[in-house]
């Protein structure tokens, strides 16, 4: 039997190009990396420059280390960001300096804020949103719930007030160190997103980080929103009260006033789920003289607020967004002021069933140059007539206003004289037939014309005769 009385000898390693490249050369070698050593010392562009390592144990000789850290920055910045996480995997100095390239993340564990690892491993951080991570909800498991605003994993259990319960939230004292701890370690900080923070966490934020520019407050309340007079930067702003089957929070007239005091230099504001009426926005149109982009979501106000939107005397652009009641009573038509600097009206899944409330809105939007309409319930050729106070409308955007028809667009376009731009999609009551020779003459000279009805309407129209569709009618047989 065959047998060994030594050990077994090892297997060489394949030679690379490397082996061939300095094999005899290392004194050569040796004296080239010793003068850009001391062009390194000489030259203050390559003073950072690490030096060349020659003894590897892999025999390899590591070329990026006669690169500095700010020059191997710059050209992993060059890179897409789909091969930031493999280069980080490379060597430790890598995982460094990509660690140094991210600036946006966003947090799902709150130990890793606290530990402190979030900011070692990314030190330029400028926008961080923190909402996920202060929710003690289950990691793994197969619920996940989606929202506009924000998304999350869930278990089976619902309490009355949504998904997210002063149980599943973290406690406000840790929060509030979180916020501390990012704060001092995050002084360029832009963007934070956070949920049921306080007004002592928002203070440390707004004390330590004075270029915080954009503010998102999830479950917020009205006293929380006292620390904003610290931002002196601030200038968007969103803020969401309540989200039906999530959480139910509340932002009255009172959060509006102290937020349109704390807020002069907004520019940008969401309003998600919140109450209030004419007092709260009257306060913000005449405290924040810089706002020109408003954005009213779900709305709970009471009834008159519309009133108040002529006090923002530099707003330009207006959403009203998922709103089942636009404004139930907004007052008598000849008391109602009008906003002067508007460009924009734009309404996307409201209900609009009340004629004196659309025909408010569009009083007060007379000087809009651009309108969109997006699966607004209930307009039909009535309320939309309204439109045609507003003259000096250029662009229009029709999509899913299902109860609207050619006879009751073509009303309005003909009073705008100025239109340039005009979409009109999946509009199903709008039939191709019933386009008049005026209207089509409208149509022609446009700049830009988009008319897309609803597909079902234009295969019923096209197979209309044939029998196909029909009970009883023609269909197919294999032969």
């Known amino acids: 039997m065959p047998?060994?009385?030594?050990?077994?000898?090892?297997?060489?390693?394949?030679?690379?190009?490397?082996?061939?490249?300095?094999?005899?050369?290392?004194?050569?070698?040796k004296h080239v990396v010793f003068k850009m050593q001391l062009d390194s010392l000489k030259s203050p562009r390559l003073r950072g420059a690490k030096t060349l390592a020659l003894d590897s144990p892999t025999g390899h000789v590591d070329l990026t280390s006669l690169l500095s850290d700010e020059l191997l920055l710059r050209i992993f910045s060059n890179l897409p960001q789909s091969q930031w996480n493999p280069n980080s995997l490379v060597c430790k100095r890598w995982f460094d300096v990509t660690g140094r390239l991210r600036s946006s993340i966003k947090v799902l564990d709150w130990n890793f804020l606290e530990?402190?690892?979030?900011?070692?491993?990314?030190?330029?951080?400028?926008?961080?949103?923190?909402?996920?991570?202060?929710?003690?909800?289950?990691?793994n498991s197969g619920i996940v719930l989606s929202h506009s605003f924000l998304s999350l994993h869930i278990d089976s259990d619902f309490s009355d007030g949504g998904f997210i319960s002063d149980e599943v939230l973290l406690p406000s004292e840790m929060i509030d160190e979180g916020l501390t701890i990012l704060a001092g370690g995050c002084p360029n900080l832009r963007r934070l997103a956070l949920i049921a923070?306080?007004?002592?966490g928002l203070s440390s934020v707004?004390?330590?980080?004075?270029?915080?520019?954009?503010?998102?407050?999830?479950?917020?309340?009205?006293?929380?929103?006292?620390?904003?007079?610290?931002?002196?930067?601030l200038q968007i702003l969103r803020v969401i009260g309540c989200i039906n089957g999530f959480y139910d929070s509340v932002v009255s007239d009172i959060g509006l006033t102290i937020l349109a005091h704390g807020g002069r230099r907004l520019v940008k504001l969401e309003l998600i789920g919140c109450e209030g009426s004419y007092a709260g926005i009257s306060a913000i149109g005449k405290c924040c003289p810089m706002l020109e982009e408003l954005t009213i979501?779900?709305?709970?106000?009471?009834?008159?607020?519309?009133?108040?939107?002529?006090?923002?005397?530099?707003?330009?652009?207006?959403r009203i967004q998922?709103?089942?009641?636009?404004?139930?009573?907004?007052?008598?038509?000849?008391?109602?002021?009008?906003?002067?600097?508007?460009?924009?009206?734009?309404?996307?899944?409201?209900?609009?069933?009340?004629?004196?409330?659309?025909?408010?809105?569009?009083l007060m939007c007379e000087a809009v140059?651009?309108?969109?309409?997006?699966?607004?319930?209930?307009?039909?050729?009535?309320?939309?007539?309204?439109?045609?106070?507003?003259r000096r409308v250029k662009s229009v955007s029709l999509e899913g206003c299902s109860l609207l028809t050619v006879e009751g667009l073509e009303s309005v376009v003909l009073s705008w004289k100025d239109l340039q731009r005009l979409r009109v999609v999946s509009c199903k009551s709008m039939k191709n037939t019933e386009v008049t020779p005026a209207l089509s003459s409208v149509f022609s000279v446009l700049k830009e014309f988009k008319w897309q009805l609803d597909s079902r309407a234009v295969l019923a129209a096209s197979l209309a005769g044939t029998g196909i569709g029909s009970k009883g009618g023609r269909f197919f047989k294999r032969a």
């Not at 004390?207 to 007079?229: G, I, K, N, V, Y």
């Not at 106000?301 to 009133?307: E, I, P, S, V």
């Open 3 to 29: 047998y060994s009385t030594g050990s077994t000898p090892r297997r060489k390693r394949p030679l690379g190009w490397p082996d061939f490249w300095f094999k005899d050369k290392s004194k050569s070698l």
């Open 115 to 139: 530990s402190g690892r979030l900011l070692s491993r990314f030190p330029n951080l400028t926008d961080v949103d923190l909402v996920s991570s202060c929710l003690e909800v289950p990691k």
């Open 197 to 200: 923070a306080t007004e002592t």
């Open 206 to 233: 707004a004390a330590l980080c004075p270029t915080l520019q954009e503010l998102e407050l999830h479950r917020c309340t009205d006293f929380s929103l006292c620390a904003l007079a610290a931002c002196e930067n």
């Open 297 to 318: 979501c779900d709305h709970r106000m009471d009834a008159g607020w519309l009133a108040a939107l002529p006090f923002c005397g530099n707003l330009k652009t207006l």
């Open 322 to 362: 998922r709103c089942r009641n636009v404004d139930k009573d907004p007052g008598p038509l000849e008391h109602l002021g009008s906003c002067p600097t508007l460009e924009k009206l734009q309404l996307q899944m409201c209900h609009l069933r009340d004629k004196e409330t659309a025909h408010a809105l569009f």
């Open 369 to 390: 140059r651009e309108i969109e309409l997006v699966d607004c319930w209930g307009l039909d050729n009535e309320m939309f007539s309204a439109a045609s106070l507003c």
